[in-house]
């Protein structure tokens, strides 16, 4: 029978080995750890928003572009309270938060209740809209339509909302439709849960077959 020979493995390097082990099992243990808590942020952040009061004299309707360093959330749903006690909630087909500026949500293809379990809510559609945590402003962009408890429904370009109030104001061109009327305005605001509904800069109503063309577009 052949003889077999043996090599002596130093202790020494046993230990290195055992604790080189070791050490790659706690980093993978820490980046699982940091993975998941990262996770629950951004899942806690995306829960519910409930809104504080503060002082909010003007809006914004500036045009913003979605950043590149984000992260992204699909079909989010945004909820708060407003100053009355009053609900709002923010629905969308995703959401991105600018990971620069956090208190800023970028949203598509949004659906916005206001005042929401009573006799006076509104509801709001808009192909885009930035939330902004800070503010407590809802920007919106493209596609606007704004259906009131009274049943007026608006059209409109821009608009922003004070969430601390649930107000509506916009600076574009506006067509309001009830089920007997037309009006077309260039500024409109909304106060007092949809109930008051105002327009400013000019207010035609619908006499002639121009304008009237333009509203049936709608």
Do not use: W
Not at 54 to 79: G, H, K, R, V
Not at 170 to 181: E, R
Not at 188 to 211: E, P, S, Y
């Amino acid at each position: 029978m052949d003889n077999l020979k043996y090599e002596t493995v130093d202790p020494s390097e046993i230990k290195k080995a055992r604790k080189h082990t070791n050490t790659v099992f706690i980093l993978n243990r820490i980046i699982l750890i940091v993975m998941i808590a990262s996770i629950g942020i951004v899942l806690y952040s995306f829960r519910g928003i409930i809104i504080n009061k503060s002082d909010l004299d003007s809006f914004s309707e500036d045009s913003f572009d979605i950043p590149d360093a984000s992260i992204e959330i699909i079909n989010p749903m945004l909820a708060g309270v407003d100053n009355n006690n009053e609900n709002f909630q923010i629905n969308a087909k995703n959401a991105k938060n600018d990971i620069n500026q956090k208190n800023l949500i970028y949203l598509k293809e949004i659906q916005a209740l206001m005042n929401i379990n009573t006799d006076n809510t509104t509801q709001i559609f808009a192909d885009k809209a930035t939330y902004d945590n800070k503010r407590k402003t809802l920007i919106l962009e493209d596609n606007i339509i704004i259906t009131t408890a009274s049943n007026y429904v608006s059209y409109m370009q821009k608009a922003s909302i004070n969430l601390n109030n649930n107000s509506v104001f916009s600076q574009s061109p506006i067509i309001i439709k009830t089920p007997g009327t037309c009006i077309l305005g260039n500024a409109l605001r909304i106060t007092n849960k949809g109930k008051v509904l105002k327009l400013k800069n000019g207010i035609n109503m619908v006499f002639n077959q121009d304008k009237k063309s333009e509203c049936d577009k709608k």
